[in-house]
């Protein structure tokens, strides 16, 4: 059973920077496509960025494109977003996912999650 756990959420202002971190256990993580997810209050959950098991192809939605990097550490087990420039939009509860298929396709199948981590970007 793989355990995701996030962390690095908080309370930032417009235009500042955060790093989530997603540590893995229990699995092999390398071998595993990563996503970052998002979801704010009364809105759908959606995928924020996606990165293949070997780091080499990654997927940005078009809203964080040019400010979100998704990144992976295979020999930490664990896959990062560096958020800059942040936006109000941005606030959201964000998790990370794991797909054992290992690349990035257009019917993904996440199916470990973790608990997620809060970031909260004020005006």
């Known amino acids: 059973q793989v355990q995701l756990v996030e962390s690095g959420g908080g309370l930032v202002q417009a235009g500042g920077s955060l790093r989530l971190s997603c540590a893995a256990s229990g699995g092999t993580f390398s071998r595993y496509a990563m996503g970052w997810f998002r979801q704010a209050p009364g809105k759908e959950r959606e995928v924020v960025a996606a990165i293949s098991w070997s780091g080499q192809t990654t997927y940005y939605a078009d809203s964080v494109k040019g400010r979100f990097t998704i990144s992976r550490d295979n020999a930490k087990n664990t896959v990062y977003l560096q958020m800059n420039s942040l936006k109000p939009e941005d606030t959201a509860g964000y998790s990370c996912?794991?797909?054992?298929?290992?690349?990035?396709?257009?019917?993904?199948?996440?199916?470990?999650w973790g608990q997620g981590t809060q970031v909260t970007v004020s005006s």
């Open positions: 996912a794991a797909d054992p298929r290992g690349v990035i396709t257009d019917r993904p199948e996440y199916i470990y």
